[in-house]
C-alpha cells in the first residue's frame, strides 16, 4: 500500500491543487467536455466518411450502404407499375338507360300516331312512317313497315313493353362502347321469339340497336382512387446496411447518386439535420443526469473532487463506447462504468446511469435497439454483483455474472430477430464483455481511489485484514490493545448500522484507532502484564502527554502507510478534546493550591466531526469504562454506558456531529446488548480444597481452571482488574 501511495501521491495532490474551488466551475468544464467527446462520437458513428461522385464517374472504391434505407427511386417504380395495372373506372348512368326507354317509347307514339290516321293510304302512311324513323336515323324495312302498320294500340303497347324489358335488362348490366355490337347483338337474340313475325322481329331490331347506347361513363375520381390503394399496397423497397450500392470500378449512374444522396454519403452539403440530432440527444442526456444529481444527489454537484471522478467514469466508459463500436456493440463495457460507478460512489447513481449509457449505446450503434438492451441488461447484471462484493477478487466473480447475463440478452435478441444460435460471434462478443468489463475494473479501481481519495468497501475490507503491517504490529507489540481495538470495532460497527453510518469505515477505524500505542505500548494499562506501572514513577504531567501522544503518534503512522483520510480523521477525533481525569487529579493533589491548567491535560483534537468519528469515540470509552466493572450485570453495564455518554454530551465532545439524541439514545441501547454479550458475569466456582471438605474426598476439579485453580482464581492471576476509561492510571 505504501509503495503504491508513493507513485499516487504526486499525481493525487497534482490534481488537487488544480481542482477549482467553485464547483460550479467544476461542473460546467466537465459537462462540456462530456458533451463535446459525446458528439463526436456520434457524429463519427452517424456520419460515415462522404464523396465527391458525378454520373459517368467511376467508383473508386466499394461503396456499401451504411444504415438500412427506403429506395426511393425503386419504391417509386413499384408503385407507378401497380397504378398502371389499375383498369379505369366506369359507372352506369342511369339517365342515358332512361333515355333510352325514353326513345322506344317515342318510336312506338309514332307507330300509334301513324295507324291511328285512317284518311291516308297505305303508302303515304308507310312513307309517313319511314320519315319519321329516319328522323332518328332508324332505317326500316318492307317488312318492318308492314308489321309495324299492322299493329293495333294493344299490340303496339305490348311490343314496346316487351321491347323496354330487353333494352333495360341489357342496358343495366352496363355498356361500354367497346361491348357495343355484344350488346346490341344480346338484344337481337332475346327477341328471336316464335311468337313474333319476321316483320316484327325486324321492327323491334331497328328500334333495339337505335335506343342501346354506351351507358358507362368513365369515373376519373374513383379511377385515382382505386390507383392510390394500389401504390399505398407497394412494400418499399429496401437497401439493407451493408448492401452494395456500387463496387469500385463500376461507373456512376443516376440512381447511384440517389441513394448515396439518401444516405447522405454525397459531398454536396452539410449534414446539419444529423448534427442537430446529434446535440439534441446528447444534451437531453446530459441534462436527464443533472436533473437527477440536482433531486437526488447533489452533494455529487457540490463536490469539485467527486463530481470530476463521476464525470470521468462516464468520459471513459463513453469513449470505449465509441472505440467498442469499430468491433461489436456487444463489446461495449457498460458494465464496468456501472460497477465503477456503484464501488466509488453510490449504488442509486449505478443504477440510473445504466439506463443512461445504454441509451447512449443504442444511438452510437446505429440506433440499434438490440445494443441498448444488452447493454442495459449487462449494466444491471455488474449493479447485482458488485452489491456483494466483499474483496476486490469478487470482482472477476462479478464479470462472470455480467457474461452470463449478456450472452443471455443476446440470445434472446438474436431468437427474436430469427437468428436462434446462430449468432456465435456475437455471444463470443458478450461473453467476452463480462470479463473485459471485471478486468477493466479492478485493474483501474486501485488508481482511482488513490489520485481522487476514496475509501471504497472493498478497501476498508483489505485494511481489515489482521495481516496488514500497522494490525499485525498492533498485534505483536500491543496485544491488549489490539483485542481491546476488536471489542471497540464490534461496538461501532453495530451502533453504525443502528443508526445508519458507515459500519465498515467504523469498524476499520476502530481496529487502526490505537495504532500509536505501539510507539510506548507499556504506558498503556491494556499491555501492562507484569503488574508494573511506569506511570508511577512519572510526573502526571508527563503522563498525560505520554497518554495523549498515542493519537498524534497514529495519525503519523496513519500517514507515512498510506491508510484513507477518513480512517486518519476517526485516529485523529477518537478522543476529541477530552480531559485525561486521573492524572489532572493527580497532578492538582500534587499542586495543593497552585492552579494546574486543564489543557495541559486534553487531547489536542479536534472533536468529532461524523457521526462514525462520535460512534467511536463513545464505543472506546464505553468499552474501556465497562471493562472495569468487577461485577458486569445488564443494569450495571447500561448504567455505565449512559454515564459515559453524558459525560462526553456534558463535555461537549459531540456538539460538532451531526449525532442527535435519538442517536445517542440508539447507540446506548446497542452498546448495552453487545457489551452485555462481551462481559456477561460469570459463576463463581468453588475452590478444589472447599470441595475436597465438603466430599471427604480427592479428585480433579473438572470445573476448575489450570493446575485445579478456579476460574475466578485464573482471572485475577492471569489479568488485572482495574479501571480503564480516561480517568485510569494509563488511559484508553
Not at 303 to 324: E, H, K, T, Y
Not at 487 to 504: H, K, P, R, T, Y
Not at 681 to 692: A, G, M, S
Request: overall charge negative.
Amino acid at each position: 500500500m505504501a509503495a503504491r501511495t508513493i507513485w499516487t501521491k504526486p499525481i493525487r495532490d497534482f490534481v488537487r491543487s488544480r481542482f477549482p474551488r467553485d464547483p460550479r466551475w467544476v461542473v460546467a468544464a466537465w459537462s462540456l467536455l462530456v458533451f463535446v467527446v459525446g458528439v463526436l462520437l456520434l457524429s463519427a458513428s452517424l456520419t460515415p466518411g462522404r464523396y465527391d461522385l458525378e454520373v459517368g464517374q467511376v467508383a473508386p472504391e466499394d461503396i456499401p450502404a451504411t444504415r438500412t434505407i427506403v429506395d426511393r427511386a425503386a419504391t417509386e417504380r413499384a408503385r407507378q407499375e401497380a397504378a398502371a395495372k389499375v383498369p379505369d373506372q366506369y359507372e352506369i348512368d342511369p339517365a342515358i338507360t332512361e333515355n333510352a326507354e325514353t326513345l322506344v317509347a317515342a318510336l312506338f307514339a309514332v307507330i300509334r300516331e301513324v295507324n291511328a290516321d285512317l284518311s291516308g293510304t297505305y303508302e303515304s302512311r308507310a312513307v309517313r312512317l319511314r320519315e319519321a324513323f329516319a328522323g332518328y336515323a332508324i332505317a326500316l324495312d318492307d317488312g318492318a313497315v308492314a308489321a309495324a302498320l299492322e299493329l293495333d294500340p294493344d299490340a303496339a303497347l305490348d311490343l314496346e313493353k316487351r321491347l323496354k324489358s330487353i333494352v333495360h335488362g341489357v342496358m343495366s348490366t352496363g355498356v361500354k362502347e367497346e361491348y357495343l355490337d355484344a350488346a346490341r347483338q344480346q338484344a337481337a337474340a332475346a327477341l328471336e321469339a316464335p311468337d313474333l313475325s319476321a316483320g316484327e322481329v325486324s321492327l323491334l331490331r331497328a328500334i333495339a340497336e337505335t335506343a342501346i347506347v354506351p351507358n358507362m361513363v368513365f369515373n376519373a375520381a374513383e379511377t385515382q382512387a382505386k390507383r392510390d390503394e394500389a401504390m399505398a399496397a407497394v412494400e418499399p423497397v429496401k437497401i439493407l446496411k451493408g448492401q452494395m450500392i456500387v463496387r469500385e470500378g463500376d461507373v456512376v449512374t443516376e440512381a447511384h447518386l440517389g441513394i448515396l444522396q439518401d444516405l447522405g454519403l454525397l459531398r454536396d452539403r452539410p449534414a446539419w439535420g444529423a448534427l442537430l440530432g446529434m446535440v439534441l440527444i446528447v444534451a437531453i442526456l446530459e441534462a436527464a443526469v443533472g436533473v437527477y444529481l440536482w433531486f437526488f444527489d447533489r452533494d455529487l454537484l457540490a463536490s469539485p473532487r467527486r463530481f470530476s471522478l463521476f464525470a470521468l467514469l462516464v468520459l471513459l466508459i463513453v469513449v470505449l463506447a465509441g472505440a467498442g463500436r469499430m468491433f461489436s456493440g456487444y463489446i461495449i463495457p457498460v458494465a464496468a462504468g456501472v460497477m465503477l460507478i456503484a464501488i466509488l460512489l453510490n449504488v442509486r447513481l449505478a443504477a440510473f446511469m445504466t439506463f443512461v449509457f445504454s441509451v447512449f449505446v443504442g444511438f452510437l450503434v446505429g440506433s440499434d435497439l438490440r445494443f441498448a438492451f444488452v447493454a442495459l441488461v449487462g449494466g444491471l447484471a455488474g449493479l447485482f454483483a458488485v452489491s456483494r462484493l466483499g474483496q476486490r477478487s469478487d470482482l472477476m466473480r462479478a464479470g462472470l455474472i455480467v457474461a452470463g447475463a449478456d450472452v443471455l440478452a443476446i440470445v434472446a435478441v438474436d431468437s427474436l430477430s430469427g437468428q436462434g444460435l446462430a449468432g456465435l460471434a456475437g455471444i463470443l462478443w458478450g461473453a467476452g464483455n463480462g470479463v473485459f468489463s471485471a478486468v477493466l475494473t479492478i485493474g483501474i479501481l486501485p488508481f482511482l481511489e488513490n489520485i481522487f481519495g476514496i475509501v471504497t468497501p472493498v478497501k476498508l475490507l483489505e485494511l481489515a485484514n489482521p495481516n496488514q503491517p500497522l494490525l499485525h504490529k498492533l498485534l505483536m507489540e500491543a496485544p491488549g490493545t489490539y483485542h481491546h481495538s476488536i471489542v471497540v470495532g464490534n461496538l461501532a460497527e453495530a451502533a453504525a448500522n443502528e443508526i445508519g453510518g458507515d459500519s465498515v469505515l467504523v469498524r476499520v477505524g476502530a481496529l487502526y484507532h490505537d495504532i500509536g500505542k505501539t510507539k510506548r505500548p507499556y504506558f498503556f494499562i491494556d499491555n501492562q502484564f507484569s503488574g508494573q506501572n511506569p506511570h508511577d514513577k512519572i510526573a502526571p504531567s508527563l503522563s498525560a502527554l505520554i497518554v495523549t501522544s498515542h493519537v498524534r503518534d497514529g495519525v503519523a503512522m496513519a500517514e507515512e502507510a498510506g491508510l484513507p483520510q477518513e480512517v486518519i480523521d476517526l485516529i485523529s477525533q477518537h478522543h476529541g478534546t477530552s480531559l485525561v481525569s486521573y492524572f489532572y487529579g493527580r497532578a492538582a493533589e500534587a499542586a495543593a493550591d497552585e492552579e494546574v491548567s486543564e489543557e495541559d491535560f486534553r487531547y489536542d483534537g479536534p472533536r468529532p466531526q461524523t457521526r462514525e468519528a462520535a460512534i467511536l469515540m463513545l464505543a472506546d470509552a464505553c468499552e474501556a469504562a465497562v471493562r472495569s466493572l468487577t461485577r458486569p450485570t445488564q443494569g450495571r453495564i447500561e448504567g455505565t454506558v449512559r454515564k459515559v455518554i453524558r459525560e462526553r454530551l456534558e463535555d461537549n465532545q459531540l456538539e460538532q456531529s451531526p449525532l442527535t439524541f435519538r442517536d445517542l439514545d440508539r447507540i446506548a441501547e446497542v452498546f448495552t446488548r453487545v457489551l452485555a454479550g462481551t462481559f456477561h458475569h460469570r459463576v463463581e466456582y468453588p475452590e478444589v480444597r472447599e470441595l475436597k471438605g465438603r466430599n471427604g474426598r480427592t479428585g480433579r476439579n473438572s470445573s476448575g481452571g489450570p493446575n485445579g485453580q478456579s476460574a475466578k482464581n485464573h482471572s485475577r492471576n492471569g489479568g488485572r482488574a482495574g479501571r480503564r476509561d480516561s480517568a485510569g492510571p494509563s488511559g484508553t
